[in-house]
């Protein structure tokens, strides 16, 4: 998995060997780039679409399925949205919201139906249940326990910020995956934690799990330092952004997706 990061990524450096940029192909196929406004030329923006083009052929080989080159934009940003237009990327009919919550204001206390409790996972004995539970929240089988097991092999992973809704015969029903990039922070200078992802087994909705949990990880977050927490969600999915909302979520902003075919090597 590291060599396919390392060979999905590219790094631009100036004539005194200072970083100015960089542009990578994630595990979903989504081209992800950042550079030094002044350093942004049109050669490098051929080189950037050239490694997002041979990151996707090089898939299409190996999964021998047409793909393609995904990114994303939030809305306003004119000059990405003009990139992606310029370079074959159309612009997606779904959508993805952000949201903030500040951690300074009160934080109600979780309710929960009679019997139920809410517990950190375990460790990685669970992980089998852990993708079940997943599987049956969101509706896919997307989730692998190799996908769960790296996402708890990374160091900032905290068992204890990733949290689980039990129903009385121990049955886990919901989860709110909490966490900290202290990298992300420092870069930003925030102090941010994630309250994502968060689902609901289908028998078990509409009960306040995912609310509860949410403001579990909400406290544990204020009890971290962290200044504000923040979210992901579809644009589709209102009752996460309700649920978000009823605990003092706002959107911040909104993010447009576009994807470009590319054909096979």
Known sequence: ALQQVQDNTRLWFDAGNHMIGYALVDHYNNLLFEFEPQAFTLEIEAEIIALGIACIQRAMQEEGETLTLDASCRAGDTEKIAFLTRH?????????????????????????????????????????????????????????????????????????????????DGRLVAYCMC?????????????????DPVGTHP????????????????????????DFAVLGTSGENIAMQRTAESVGFHVASTTFWFARPVTPA
């Open 179 to 195: 966490s900290i990039s202290e990298e992300e922070n420092a870069a930003t200078g925030r102090k941010e934690g994630y309250t």
């Open 88 to 168: 074959g990327f159309e612009q997606q009919e779904g959508y993805s919201v952000y949201m903030v919550r500040p951690l300074d204001q009160p934080i109600p206390a979780p309710q929960l139906p009679e019997g139920f409790a809410i517990r950190h996972v375990l460790g990685e004995e669970e992980v089998e249940a852990l993708v079940a539970l997943h599987r049956a929240a969101v509706g896919t089988e997307h989730m692998t326990v190799e996908e769960r097991l790296a996402m708890m092999s990374v160091p900032e992973y905290d068992a204890k910020l990733d949290l689980l809704a039990v129903a009385p």
């Open 203 to 226: 028998d078990f909705q509409r009960r306040g799990l995912a609310r509860a949990l949410m403001l579990t990880g909400l406290q544990a977050l204020k009890q971290r330092g962290m």
